[in-house]
């Protein structure tokens, strides 16, 4: 199964991950810093499941919209979830971020649900790769 990465944003720096986790008080996994270092946002085809990244910086679909909206305005996702990407239906795909043994575990949270519905274990594993640099 191959993994592409269409239209990614324009490349950021760490500093602008930091500041995302510094303005919303997370953390982001490792994998998932990787992750927006090389591919800050765009469309990530699983073998034709696609899915929106949302971006941290540029672009339309900015991770820090997505997190005031559903967790600050709406209070749809709780705080210890970032919804870093978007499927098709529009539902919601969400990291857990809060210390403990779900740290970096991937959640589903659809629009008519309030309940996350585990997906996988690790981004790696919902990307289907052994390490973020596979992609």
Do not use: W
Not at 29 to 48: A, F, V
Not at 109 to 115: A, G, P, Q, V
Not at 120 to 127: A, I, K, V
């Amino acid at each position: 199964m191959k993994i592409i990465v269409k239209n990614p944003k324009q490349k950021i720096t760490l500093s602008d991950i930091k500041y995302i986790e510094s303005e919303f008080s997370f953390t982001m996994p490792e994998s998932l810093k990787k992750l927006y270092l090389k591919y800050n946002g765009g469309i990530i085809d699983i073998d034709e499941d696609y899915y929106r990244l949302n971006s941290i910086k540029y672009g339309n679909l900015l991770l820090v919209n997505t997190i005031d909206t559903m967790q600050i305005t709406e209070k749809n996702i709780p705080r210890e979830y970032i919804p870093f990407a978007n499927t098709e239906g529009g539902h919601f795909i969400c990291i857990y971020v809060k210390a403990g043994s779900k740290n970096g575990q991937i959640y589903l949270f659809r629009h008519d649900e309030l309940e996350p519905i585990f997906y996988n274990n690790s981004l790696e594993e919902f990307l289907n790769v052994d390490s973020i640099e596979e992609l």
